[in-house]
């Protein structure tokens, strides 16, 4: 991977956030150590996923053919190249996915050998969870400063010379986003919050923009009338909205609740 613009600023975008991230979960009461693990497992998903679905998805046929239900393996170990290309729908579900399984399950050191009496063998492995950790509040802290890290990816998008004009228009949504979030960062607004803002403003301005993009016309027409991009920031928004939904009820009272 070059140290070019786009690498260099995204790089930047994520190290601010992570400050910024940093200092909001502090103010908030929130553990450090819960924040920082969820990060990284968050930063890890997403890049795994992005490439996944670039490599899966856009680039196939470098990867494997089909012919008559048999797969021919043409450059398995693209899969593992994630330098190679990424993007942001897989990002997107790559980074539910790692907070997910980081809710319910720890990387740590623990014993995956043992013969009693004998010996025993420690290695790093994924142990469940037993403590409660609150995904929600955490989760909203690193929503809340997103938009600081994608501005910064989008203007080194934008430095580079093989991109469209569209993402100058991702740039000014972002932008707008920032401005919006760094305007309500003072405030303390129940869990989710956030969540819901970047799910029902970004997410459905992604979908619009994906029409104008070069790469939605070039894109490999399995999934109908939408690409992947549209479909999968669509189901964010409609997820989004559902969590709206459930922190409204929730805050409402219940009948025979005083």
Known sequence: MSLDAPFLLTALGLVAAAVVARHRAVRFGLELRNLHSLMRWIVFGGLVGGH??????????????VV????????????????????????????LAAAFLWKRYRFESTVVARLTGLFEIEGYWFVRRTERVPLLALADVVLSVFPLAWALHRVGSVLALDRSEIGFLDLLITTVLLAVVAVLWKGRFRAGTYICLAGLTYAPARVGLDFLSESARSAPDVVGPLTLTQWGFAIVTLLSLGLLIWLRWTMSPRPGVS
């Open 68 to 95: 008559q239900w048999h797969v021919i393996w043409r450059q398995p170990l693209e899969l593992l190249r994630i330098w190679h290309g990424w993007r942001s729908v897989g990002g997107l579900f790559g980074g």
């Open 52 to 65: 996944l679905i670039d490599a899966l998805y856009y680039r196939f046929d470098q990867v494997a053919e």
